[in-house]
C-alpha cells in the first residue's frame, strides 16, 4: 500500500533531502509520513492559518509543510528543545527558501508556551509532534492560545498500537489516552482520530 502511493506521487525533491539532511545529522528518522505531510499542507491551505505553531520542530520536514501553505504574511513558531535540532530545521527551510516565515523558540516547549500567552500571540493552526507525555498539557495550551476555529493536529496518537493495549499502563501511554479522551469529548472541541499512519488526531476548537 505504502508503495503504492508512494508510487503515484512526483517526488518532493525538497521534502526529500530533509529527510536525508536527518539522516546525515544522526538526527532520529522520526519525521512524519509524506501523506501526512501532504495533509498538513492541506489543512493549512484550507484553513487560510496565519499564525501557525509547531511543537516539535525535529528536522524541519513538517515544518516546511507547515510554512508552505502559510497564508500571506503568516508566521510559523516552531519550539524546539535542541538548539542543534533548530538549527537543522532552520537550514532546512532557509533552503526551501522559507525561513523568513519562520520563528524558533528553543528549550522547554512549556516555558515557550507560557512566555507566548504573556506575549499574548495567538494561533489558528496548531501541530502536535513532541515528548508524549506532555500532550494533555499541549492540547490545554492550545486551546487557551487558539483563535476559535483554530485547527489542532497531533502525530503518534496510536503509538503502534500501544495506546489501545489494555496490557500497557506506562505514564506515556496514559498521557496519549488522556489527550485522545479530551479530544474526543471535551466540549469546546470537534475532533476527529484517523487510524493513518502512527495515528493522526484532528481537532478544531468551536
Ligand atoms: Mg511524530
Redo the contacts with the bound molecule.
Sequence with gaps: MKEYIQSIYPQDEMLEKVRAGIIEQGMPE???SAGFGRLLSMLVKLSGAKQVLEI?A?GGYSGICLARELAKDGKLVSLELKQEYADVAKKHLTEAGLGDLVEYRIGDAKDSLVLLEKEERKFDFFFI??DKENYPLYLEWALKLGNPGAIIAA??TLMRGRTYDESIDSPTVQAVRRFNEQLAQDDRLQSTLLPAF?GISLAMIK
Design positions: 522520526i519525521s512524519i516539535g525535529l509532534d513532541a502525530d503518534n502512527d
